[in-house]
């Protein structure tokens, strides 16, 4: 009896594994979506000092940001540890298509990680054609566009007539955003991402005298 008992935990232990390693990023704990739309899907991840992510699998466009300074080690599905520094302001894209990631991130670190997957669920013009901010470009592809803007660029004027936008403050004091039309104003805190309407109309400010680094994406 025992013997049995012993047997069926070690398959249930693969079972659920198995089950594990098949979910998509949106329904691991760690990655909560807090922003759904047609366009985005926002999964702002904590993960606590010392804790582990289930494994997980990134399949759609994603773009990532990372909002810490944290000590970090992640394993791909079959392959050994890879550690990894977390910085703040560190951006980057990956299609995972057709190059599907199956992986765990572990924080081994003694403060926090804090860190941003986006993913890319739709399009939202590829018809028309619009000249690039006047931002510092990140990166540019087939889907997102990424500039960084610093606190010399915040009194360049009113942008309108874009794309759907994710703004997020990595670092500094508060930024606001004002819409032109209603005149509402909103603060975004550094951590906090807004996400901004496309065909909207507005402009950014700051208060306080601190370097800022915020990233804006752009959806194509």
Known sequence: MRNRIVALSITTFFF??????????SEEPRHVPV????????LDVWLPPGDTTWFHMHS????????TTTAIASEAEGE??????????KVWYRSFTPDTLIHRVANVDSTPFHVNDIEILSYYDTLTYRRKLYFPLLFENERVTAYSLTRKYYATGIVKDRGPIIA???????VYYTNTVTNQKTEIR?????YIDPGS???????GNQPVNMILFEIK
């Open 168 to 174: 997020e403050l990595v670092s500094g004091d508060k």
């Open 80 to 89: 050994d540890w890879v550690s990894e520094q977390s910085v703040p302001g």
């Open 16 to 25: 659920l594994t198995a089950v594990t390693a098949q979910v998509q990023v």
């Open 201 to 207: 109309s507005f402009y950014f400010s700051f208060k």
């Open 60 to 67: 759609t466009p994603s773009v990532f940001l990372h909002f």
């Open 35 to 42: 922003l759904v739309n047609n366009y985005i899907r926002l």
């Open 190 to 194: 550094a951590g906090e991402y807004l």
